[in-house]
């Protein structure tokens, strides 16, 4: 029997002809896609049905799972070709069994075969291919737990925060860091000539860089148009969304993924939560009646991490390209295109970053500095590190790959709590390529202090983490990064762990030298009053000059009166920076989650 006769068996009444037939055949093998399963996708068919009638066509047996109570030997060369494993043999009372997720080509063979050999229909049961995924994830979970524990530390130890966060090296970094601040609290009473050029050279370096690097768009070309790729040459794509303690936000996130541009065929999203959050398990298992959506359920063992889970997925991952979203995301809809465009028009572009917006913006203080941060960050210093090929700490969502890049890298770091910054600075070293795009996610800022200082604070002891890692051993850092981008490493990241606390300690000496200083006969006269003074004000000045051009950016100058509170932003940041050094001693590798969805603004289709 033909395979017309097959495509009309397994749709019933969806297909009214040969030609009919004949023609969603032709459009499968077009697209690339195995057609059973591009049959599912664009007739709204059950994966389940379509691969039960295939059987029943067939001769063969049929299950809607692989039990998971039957013993079985799933044969996997290594870990990263799971994806595409297609049986599962086991063994079924005194029978041997292959549970098959069998394509549209091997199913015409099999129907060949059983015509000469029919107790065969016996011992192969068809199965979609969803429940070999599903069944190889269950025996496979040991293996690829362990993986995403200690890939990084195995393939590129001395990346691994694991391997390179000991006692001894915290205690040094801890007491030089104690040292500078120390240093610059000495100034109001001795070594001026000394300390204050120093610490005017640790404060001002990375501001000034910050601005230089803002004030570059403006005399650099624009980002140029790229001409979409037709969907018949669209790679498959990859996405996976971490979750935990994330049920309310399913929703949302099911909205967002579907209203992206892009063939559903060749999606490949996968939603991977955290064992123990029950609730979350059950919102998206409710939603896995979409034959894009996939469930992945990442066993409780330490470090609970979004980058362990990020690494137990990816050997799932079955996409040429790949990306992360993070729970309260809402990218725009043809992000993926145009990522995908970028990729096809350089091969040797191995990661794109999105621009991350925040949508709350207005809702209170927080969240307006929040957005002034990023527009900043996102709009004009990424960009710009990106076009002086300089290492660029990636944000944490939106961060798109080739898949064989970022496998070939170590995928994240497990132990470490700002796993997007760490992967950028290690594809820098390894010499992988990283751009920006200006495609947006839209993300939601936090609203309360509690919330924020618990995500600054896991940020900076991030940073803290990625700025000891990567200088644990210095001449090979040098050797692989080079003079220059070693210098801009130090001043970047360097600079985010020291100016907030130093700002915070320069702004207290200035205060007590005017209120309390000449009272007590403490502090000398002299010119050094004015200096500190100037050195806090460049600081915050091109801090908000910075912020000031990314809000202009995005049409949002009305927020930029907020700024006037950037010293007390600096004073919370230094609240965060000393949080994270004291966990960085007590928890190094503790993820303090973020709570979602707390914003009262409506968001993304709702607010349209």
């Given at each position: ?377 996102f709009g004009l210093i990424l960009p710009a590190l990106s076009r002086w090929n300089m290492p660029l700490p990636l944000g944490g969502t ?208 709702d607010a349209q």
């Open positions: 029997m033909s395979s017309i006769d097959l495509i009309r068996f397994v749709l019933g009444s969806t297909c009214k002809s040969d030609q009919q037939a004949l023609f969603m055949l032709e459009q499968a093998l077009l697209a690339e896609v195995e057609p059973l399963v591009y049959f599912a996708i664009h007739l709204n068919i059950d994966e389940t049905i379509i691969y039960q009638r295939a059987a029943q066509w067939c001769g063969m047996a049929f299950s809607e799972i692989v039990p998971s109570k039957v013993p079985a030997n799933p044969t996997i060369a290594r870990i990263d070709a799971i994806a595409f494993v297609k049986t599962i043999r086991a063994k079924l009372f005194d029978r041997d069994v292959l549970f098959t997720s069998a394509g549209f080509s091997e199913i015409l063979r099999i129907r060949e075969q059983l015509v000469l050999q029919p107790d065969l229909g016996g011992r192969i049961c068809l199965v979609p291919p969803r429940a070999i995924r599903v069944g190889l994830g269950d025996r496979c979970a040991p293996l690829l737990l362990d993986q995403a524990r200690t890939r990084l530390a195995r393939q590129w130890p001395y990346a691994s925060a694991h391997l390179e966060l000991g006692l001894v090296t915290r205690i040094v970094f801890t007491s030089a860091l104690v040292a500078i601040i120390s240093l610059a609290a000495l100034t109001p009473l001795l070594l001026h000539p000394i300390l204050v050029p120093f610490l005017a050279f640790v404060i001002l370096i990375p501001a000034l860089f910050r601005m230089i690097a803002a004030l570059s768009s403006f005399w650099m070309d624009v980002e140029p148009d790229i001409a979409p790729l037709d969907d018949q040459d669209l790679p498959h794509y990859t996405i996976l969304i971490p979750l935990r303690e994330e049920a309310h936000m399913v929703a949302q996130l099911v909205s967002a993924m579907n209203r992206l541009d892009y063939p559903r065929e060749k999606l490949d999203i996968k939603f991977v939560v955290e064992s123990q959050s029950r609730n979350t398990l059950d919102m998206v298992a409710a939603e896995l009646g979409n034959p894009i959506f996939e469930l992945v359920i990442v066993p409780k063992q330490e470090p609970f991490t979004k980058p362990k889970a990020l690494n137990y997925a990816l050997p799932m991952a079955r996409g040429e390209l790949i990306v992360i979203y993070d729970a309260e995301d809402i990218p725009e809809p043809d992000q993926l295109r145009q990522a995908a465009a970028r990729f096809f028009k350089d091969p040797g572009l191995d990661c794109l970053q999105a621009e991350l917006v925040v949508e709350n913006n207005s809702e209170n203080w927080l969240s307006a500095l929040f957005c002034a941060e990023y527009s900043g960050l939106s961060n798109h790959f080739r898949l064989k890049s970022l496998r070939e890298v170590g995928g994240w770091d497990a132990f470490n709590v700002t796993e997007d910054a760490d992967l950028g600075i290690r594809l820098s070293r390894l010499r992988y390529r990283t751009g920006t795009f200006s495609s947006r996610t839209f993300e939601e800022a936090p609203i309360t202090y509690g919330s924020w200082l618990a995500q600054r604070t896991r940020w900076m002891k991030g940073w803290m983490q990625t700025f000891i890692v990567h200088n644990r051993h210095p001449k090979k850092f040098l050797r692989d990064i080079g003079w220059r981008n070693f210098l801009i490493f130090q001043a970047f990241v360097g600079g985010m762990i020291i100016s907030a606390p130093l700002h915070t300690l320069f702004a207290i000496i200035l205060m007590f030298r005017f209120f309390a200083g000449e009272a007590l006969g403490l502090v000398p006269n002299g010119p050094w009053t004015f200096i500190l003074l100037m050195i806090l004000f460049v600081g915050y000045g091109a801090s908000i000059l910075v912020s000031t051009l990314g809000l202009k950016r995005l049409g949002l100058l009305r927020l930029a009166p907020y700024q006037i509170l950037f010293p007390i932003y600096w004073i919370l940041n230094s609240v965060a920076a000393f949080l994270a050094v004291y966990e960085l001693f007590s928890r190094p590798y503790f993820w303090a989650k973020t709570k979602h969805g707390v914003t009262r603004f409506a968001r993304g289709v």
